[in-house]
């Protein structure tokens, strides 16, 4: 019973955290340390839980998501032209996504050994913290996503490559990234909840695919139900962050941040976890 129990906290945690620009692989690998059988849950576990968080963007945008890609086709016939904002917004996810695509394949080996290290995590916590304070801060929040441009596109896609980083984010680096840029709060969010669907979706498939028949710390019964535990607490929480940000700022997120980077930093200084 007690692994049903631990894989629904893992689902919840998953839901909870993905969207919120606070960093859920940061998050899961911290519950590791204290759940005995979180610490690998295995990567079918992990690929199928975000799959679920994914999908829950996927059913928010749902609207949005088959408008754009509905253009995006039609603008190669002739029905659209070619400068339909939504037709453009099919491109620039195209575009944005590539990034994460070229550094994941480059980098793979130091993402699943090196950079988990709970150092590493404590320090992006912190460090990403406060340049997403200083880009609320400093950021003008004038432009729309109707304003994006195709480097823009490009740099949004690096940021959110930064998310390979456990600790970084990926909706904070995209974010932080956005306001930078000068764009609103919520073109920033929506844009990086869009932008990450292709590459959590081709990350979790390849995952899914690659970790097939492993042994897994949780079976099928336990992975499914956290799978929809993640995926209907993260329909709630987008619905919230996108609502919340539209009239506040991200201080909140940036002080948790750097709370729970210095907790993580107490802790692996007294040695009560090991990095």
């Given amino acids: 019973m007690h692994h049903v129990f631990e894989a629904l906290i893992l689902g919840l945690v998953q839901g909870l955290t993905e969207f919120l620009p606070i960093s859920s692989s940061a998050h899961l690998r911290i519950l590791g340390e204290f759940l005995p059988g979180a610490e690998d849950p295995g990567a079918a576990f ?17 609207r949005d998501i088959v408008r754009i890609v509905s253009h995006w086709f039609w603008s190669f016939t002739g029905r659209v032209p070619r400068n339909d904002p939504d037709a453009r ?8 996504s590539v990034p994460i695509v070229v550094l994941g394949i480059l980098f ?3 993402i699943e050994t090196t950079l988990r290290s709970l150092w590493i995590v404590a320090t992006m916590l912190v ?7 200083l880009a609320d801060w400093a950021g003008a929040k004038r432009r729309r996503l109707d304003q994006l441009t195709v480097p823009h596109g ?5 940021a959110q490559s930064l998310s390979l980083i456990p600790g970084v984010s990926r909706s904070g680096g995209t974010i932080t990234m956005g306001l930078f840029l000068g764009y609103e709060r ?8 869009l932008l990450a669907i292709p590459a959590v979706f081709g990350s979790g498939f390849y995952q899914l695919f690659k970790s097939w028949g492993e042994p897994s710390v949780y079976g099928p019964i336990e992975t499914a139900a956290a799978t929809l535990l993640a995926f209907v607490v993260a329909i709630l929480v987008i619905a919230f962050f996108m609502n919340y940000i539209s009239k506040r700022s991200f201080l909140p997120f940036v002080i948790y941040r750097i709370a729970l980077g210095g907790f993580l930093f107490v802790m692996l200084g007294t040695g009560a976890i090991q990095p």
């Avoid at 968080?53 to 749902?62: Q, Y």
Wanted: aromatic share 18%; glycine share 12%; proline share 0%.
């Fill in 154 to 158: 490009l740099y949004f896609g690096l």
């Fill in 127 to 133: 460090v990403f913290g406060i340049v997403l304070g």
């Fill in 89 to 96: 917004m099919g491109w620039l996810i195209i575009v944005g």
């Fill in 186 to 193: 919520a073109a920033a969010a929506r844009y990086a909840f």
């Fill in 46 to 62: 992990t690929a199928i839980t975000q799959l679920g968080t994914e999908t829950a963007v996927v059913v928010f945008f749902w």
């Fill in 108 to 110: 793979q080996d130091e």
